[in-house]
């Protein structure tokens, strides 16, 4: 059973566009939320994170959207760069449980 | 060190023959994760640690996966009597306690022909 479900799975965005990315959980005792980035041939990188008292959180150009009642969070990346070309990774979990991830979403970022 | 150290990066086993992992957590974090990525995409969670103790092993294929994280050694990871279905990265991470940011190695290739 898929917990986490992630979409789109690849995405091409224009250098200074905005890059979204959805996920969907259904296991309502997830409380932490972490978006991952992941270059080939390296591990995942966190990113932002969000837990579920809070419906939106900014960093830089990175922002997670929570929306607790549809169980569903998003990743969206402002001015998108080449160099955010990578595959990027939401997940979910209980406090101090194992992570459990969606299936990827491949971004490239056309100069 | 502020990185984790996995090692090999790539190993090469044929089918039946054992594999062992090895992974240096971050010094001063407590719980130690094992994860398997196959395809580039889908992980699965294997095991992890909180110090030498197993945390949680729900995500363990146990006839023939073994982990082990004892003090002052590096972290491992044997498969006994590799399959094809074994081949994927494998992901060590650690973190510092629980809600803690986890911070992943780069992983060891393993192909198992």
């Known amino acids: 059973q898929q917990q986490v479900k992630q979409s789109p799975q690849s995405l091409i965005v224009q250098k200074g566009g905005i890059s979204i990315i959805n996920c969907a959980y259904e296991n309502t005792a997830f409380d932490y939320f972490p978006w991952y980035q992941q270059f080939p041939g390296k591990g995942p990188a966190l990113l932002i994170a969000i837990r579920p008292d809070v419906s939106e959180k900014k960093e830089g150009r990175f922002t997670i959207s929570f929306n607790k009642s549809a169980k569903q969070f998003s990743l969206h990346i402002m001015d998108s760069q080449p160099g955010d070309s990578a595959t990027y990774f939401c997940?979910?979990?209980?406090?101090?449980?194992?992570?459990?991830f969606g299936s990827g979403t491949q971004l490239t970022v056309l100069p | 060190g502020e990185e984790v150290a996995q090692t090999p990066k790539h190993l090469v086993r044929g089918e039946g023959q054992k594999a062992k992992l090895y992974c240096a957590p971050i010094?001063?974090?407590?719980?130690v994760f094992w994860y398997q990525q196959v395809l580039k995409n889908e992980f699965k969670f294997l095991i992890s640690?909180?110090?030498?103790?197993?945390?949680?092993e729900t995500g363990m294929p146990k006839e023939r996966f073994s982990a082990k994280c004892l003090p002052n050694s590096p972290c491992s990871l044997e498969i006994q009597a590799t399959k094809l279905e074994d081949s994927a990265v494998y992901f060590c991470?650690?973190?510092?306690?629980?809600?803690?940011?986890?911070?992943f190695g780069s992983g060891t290739q393993l192909s198992v022909l």
């Open positions: 991470a650690s973190s510092r306690g629980t809600g803690e940011k986890l911070f």
């Open positions: 010094k001063g974090h407590s719980y």
């Open positions: 640690f909180q110090n030498e103790n197993v945390f949680d």
């Open positions: 997940a979910a979990s209980k406090t101090a449980r194992q992570l459990t």
